[in-house]
């Protein structure tokens, strides 16, 4: 969430989000729980995205 609110207040993607989170709920079709770790958004755009954690920082 961090990287995304600095490159939103910078203004390096397509376009600016007014709302960050992230959404879980369940899959009818799976039969089971699903999540999305973050979910960006404005009246008419989204930005979905999966994070993966390593024990190094990467600097971008």
Known sequence: MDYLYK????HKLPFVFHELGSWWGNNPIKKCEEEIDLVAGDKSSLIVGECK??????LD
Do not use: L, T
Not at 7 to 10: E, G, I, R, T, Y
Not at 53 to 58: C, D, F, L, S
């Open 7 to 10: 490159k939103n207040k910078d």
């Open 53 to 58: 954690w390593q024990n190094q920082v990467k």
